[in-house]
């Protein structure tokens, strides 16, 4: 039988999503057209009491 790839929360260590059979998913490309154009403000908001 095949074994089935976690949804992994809470770590923060690279190498606890690849040994542990965990997906990881990269979203750094999708920074690049965010900070292309120096010349625009952005206001990034976070929720109360976050972090």
């Known amino acids: 039988m095949c074994s089935k790839k976690q949804a ?3 770590s923060e260590k690279f190498s606890d999503f690849i040994n542990g ?10 920074l690049r057209p965010v900070f292309a154009d120096p010349g625009r403000i ?3 908001t976070r ?3 976050f972090g």
């Open 8 to 10: 992994s929360a809470g």
């Open 42 to 44: 952005r206001l990034f």
């Open 21 to 30: 059979n965990a997906y990881y998913v990269d979203k750094t490309r999708f």
């Open 47 to 49: 929720p109360r009491r």
